[in-house]
């Protein structure tokens, strides 16, 4: 070896699988260590939006490589000064910030790569080059192994995506969604739509482009349904907020008030799941299908009989033909469906007295999971006529089930195109104390 890297963010790369990592904001090395050891397989220190500079960046890369991590650095600008610091400290990589143009995108590279493929400052003493242990071979290995990320976070970025991830000897590209959705107007709510087709549209370019792609995610589900769509790598959120929400949830689990017992995430789930009509057209990731029926099979049931059986339904043709029939029962011409590339339907053992019943305490807890992964629902009616049909008992056959099964109704899913609807007031009286 004959530079000091120890862990190469191009070997991450090269694994073709999907990791994760963070950003780095406090002087903590402990949580830099802590994260590795949790199965984080790299962190960037932020020195765009961190209060030190390189003299702390170093001690944060030792954390970092002490737990098998690449260590990247997120520079304050397209700086050759700041580029050159970071990677003689023993940054594995370097992420420059506001990349609008594939011109900017090539002097990043130039600047992270020494003669003759760059322009970079060489000094033989640093610790990159283990304090002049690693020889001249250092720099021809240095070029090699150095990841350059040029981080798109702009409407001009979006635009020359196509020419940035072109740029000779560019590693791979960061998506940057929170400076993107408040470029656009949007302050910052990266879930707004016209963000996340941004971000979905860039994942597709770079993918068709064989160039790796990275974002920052801050949500469980938005992280998987980024993966879903191809992400390479993702940074989920900053030491900061991940410091933040771990104490916020201490309090809310252990703080014996009815503030903390009154807001859990079940019961908010519940009150603000809404309805959606209008997805999409991307497919739910498999893992949130999965989690969504599995929490429709743990529906309660009369006598625990779990009389209810879920079909889940993604082939385009079937759902249009299941559309077709339920329209023609509805009497319109329109999409019953709304566009949703799921349906699931829920069926129902008739010889149950309590089948209705339990079909739709199913179809309670497939929305609401649905909901807490951030896919949107819609439970939509007439299956039982639909299923009635010959055309219907014609599918339930093909499909290897009971023809005499009761359609309850369908419950589709998918990513809503349009921000929920706020809830309407509950009505006065719906409660009556006795």
């Excluded at 976070?153 to 940057?176: H, Q, Y």
């Excluded at 057209?281 to 743990?298: F, K, R």
């Excluded at 005499?404 to 509950?426: E, F, K, Q, S």
Aim: with cysteine; net charge neutral; proline share 6%.
């Amino acid at each position: 070896m004959n530079n000091s890297v120890k862990v190469k963010f191009q070997t991450l790369l090269a694994e073709k699988k999907p990791f994760l990592g963070t950003f780095i904001q406090s002087a903590a090395p402990e949580f830099v260590e802590a994260a590795g050891y949790a199965g984080f397989r790299f962190a960037a220190v932020d020195l765009e939006h961190t209060y030190y500079g390189v003299e702390k960046t170093a001690e944060m890369i030792r954390a970092g490589e002490a737990a098998d991590m690449a260590m990247l650095a997120r520079v304050p600008a397209l700086d050759a000064i700041w580029i050159k610091k970071s990677l003689d400290l023993g940054a594995s990589g370097i992420i420059v910030p506001n990349i609008d143009t594939a011109e900017q995108a090539a002097q990043a590279v130039r600047l992270c790569r020494f003669t003759p493929e760059g322009v970079r400052g060489a000094c033989p003493g640093v610790r990159a080059n283990r304090y002049g242990a690693g020889g001249p071979e250092y720099y021809d290995q240095s070029n090699r192994d150095v990841a350059v990320m040029a981080l798109v976070e702009s409407p001009e970025g979006v635009k020359n995506f196509d020419a940035i991830v072109r740029t000779p000897g560019l590693t791979a590209v960061f998506l940057g969604p929170v400076d993107l959705s408040v470029a656009m107007g949007l302050k910052g709510n990266i879930a707004a739509p016209e963000v996340q087709e941004a971000l979905l549209d860039m994942i597709r370019r770079a993918n068709a482009a064989g160039v790796p792609v990275g974002a920052l995610g801050l949500d469980p589900g938005f992280a998987r349904r980024l993966f879903a769509q191809g992400l390479t790598f993702l940074a989920y959120g900053i030491d900061t907020i991940l410091m933040y929400q771990t104490c916020r949830n201490i309090m809310k689990s252990v703080f014996d008030g009815k503030e903390s017992r009154m807001t859990n995430e079940v019961l908010k789930t519940l009150k603000e799941r809404r309805s959606i009509r209008g997805y999409q057209p991307q497919q739910i990731a498999q893992e949130e299908l999965d989690a969504i029926l599995e929490a429709g099979t743990y529906a309660p049931s009369g006598m625990g009989k779990q009389p209810v059986t879920l079909v889940a339904v993604q082939d385009p043709e079937t759902i249009a033909q299941l559309s077709r029939m339920n329209a023609q029962i509805m009497g319109t011409a329109s999409d019953p469906f709304y566009g949703a590339p799921t349906v699931i339907l829920v069926l129902a053992d008739p010889e149950r007295p309590t089948c209705v019943e339990d079909g739709a305490l199913a179809m309670g807890n497939l929305m609401n999971a649905a909901a807490s992964l951030g896919v949107g629902s819609c439970w939509i009616h007439r299956a039982r006529e639909e299923f009635e049909s010959p055309e219907g008992k014609a599918l339930l056959k093909k499909w290897g089930l009971p023809e005499n099964l009761r359609g309850v109704g369908h419950c589709v899913l998918g990513y809503a195109a349009a921000p929920a609807p706020a809830a309407a007031p509950r009505r006065a009286g719906d409660v009556v104390l006795v």
